[in-house]
């Protein structure tokens, strides 16, 4: 599965269109979900590039795995790459883009 997993991140990251990009995002995980493919789900979120990903599309993870935290143990290292990220990125904005997400 991991070379599925990596495959449809590298699918993610070519994606020029944000919205075609979140569509992606929140379409996968939730076919993950409803599959019960929690350790698929939470390995994507190990692998993720964050670096390829701009703030929209960050969000739209923590958004997408919001519902299934407590299933997604890498879910918190994501977080805390995605606050990094944030302070970097958008310093003005970190408590407001991770608001309700955490």
């Not at 070519?14 to 929140?26: E, G, Q, Y």
């Not at 299934?68 to 290292?77: E, I, K, T």
């Not at 970097?88 to 997400?101: D, F, I, M, Q, R």
């Amino acid at each position: 599965m991991r070379e599925k997993i990596i495959a449809w991140l590298e699918e993610l990251y070519a994606l020029n269109n944000v919205d075609d990009a979140i569509d992606s995002i929140f379409n996968k995980f939730y076919d993950w979900f409803e599959a019960g493919g929690f350790s698929d789900a939470d390995e994507a979120l190990q692998l993720m590039r964050l670096d390829r990903l701009n703030t929209y599309l960050i969000v739209a993870v923590l958004s997408a795995t919001l519902p299934a935290q407590s299933r997604l143990p890498s879910r918190v290292q994501f977080v805390e790459a995605a606050r990094k990220v944030f302070e970097k990125t958008e310093p003005n904005e970190v408590e407001a883009l991770l608001s309700g997400l955490e």
